[in-house]
């Protein structure tokens, strides 16, 4: 069974930083597109963030300069920096394996 597990959510000042990780077991990230969404109450969730297995990565326009996705496809693991974080990044981050599998989600909250 197929089981990504994010965690590195938390309450942070506007400015701040946080990094976010995403652990699977179940399945090896080598060969997949792996993304990173986020969802506010009400809302759809947004694609932010996707890093190929080359390590190429996009990003939408909302976190392009202040996000870095990366992977390490030894650990299983892929990580969302952010950096220099706007009240309204405040939302909960699934990490994702696009038609496979979705974390849990974790919750950000950007607030003085």
């Known amino acids: 069974q197929v089981q990504l597990v994010e965690s590195g959510g938390g309450l942070v000042q506007p400015g701040g930083s946080l990094r976010l990780s995403c652990a699977a077991s179940g399945i090896s990230f080598r060969g997949f597109v792996l993304a990173w969404y986020r969802q506010t109450p009400g809302n759809q969730r947004e694609l932010i963030a996707t890093?190929?297995?080359?390590?190429?990565?996009e990003y939408a326009d909302s976190v392009k300069g202040r996000f870095t996705i990366s992977r390490d496809n030894a650990k299983n693991t892929m990580h969302l920096q952010m950096n220099s974080l706007k009240p309204e990044d405040t939302a909960v981050y699934f990490c994702?394996?696009?038609?496979?599998?979705w974390g849990q989600g974790t919750q950000v909250t950007v607030s003085s």
């Open positions: 994702n394996i696009p038609h496979i599998s």
């Open positions: 890093i190929n297995n080359d390590r190429t990565a």
